[in-house]
Nanobody
């Protein structure tokens, strides 16, 4: 079955950096785009960044220039490098894959930006 597992969240100070990881299994990882989403309390889940097969990327305007998404298909892993974080980046971060006509989600990893 499809499984996505996020890790790397935690408490970070404003201006700091963090790397999130998403490991996938149960589907042909290298052939599918992977997307990072985030959700803050009381807000809708929003797309943060996406990496297509072979590497092209897209970003939400709110993170452009600060976050970088990348993939290592040999490790079935997608990374989200978060730089110069702000309190507005506080959220649960999820990775997502659309496979065989449905969405799959990981359990999420909490990122808290606070001094």
């Amino acid at each position: 079955q499809v499984v996505l597992s996020e890790s790397g969240g935690g408490l970070v100070q404003p201006g700091g950096q963090l790397r999130l990881s998403c490991v996938g299994s149960g589907f042909p990882f290298s052939k599918h785009y992977i997307t990072w989403y985030r959700q803050s309390p009381g807000k809708q889940r929003e797309m943060v960044a996406r990496v297509l097969r072979d590497g092209p990327t897209t970003y939400a305007d709110s993170v452009k220039g600060r976050f970088a998404i990348s993939r290592d298909d040999a490790k079935n892993t997608v990374y989200l490098d978060m730089n110069n974080v702000t309190p507005e980046d506080t959220a649960v971060y999820y990775c997502n894959v659309f496979f065989e006509f449905r969405d799959y989600w990981g359990q999420g990893t909490q990122v808290t930006v606070s001094s």
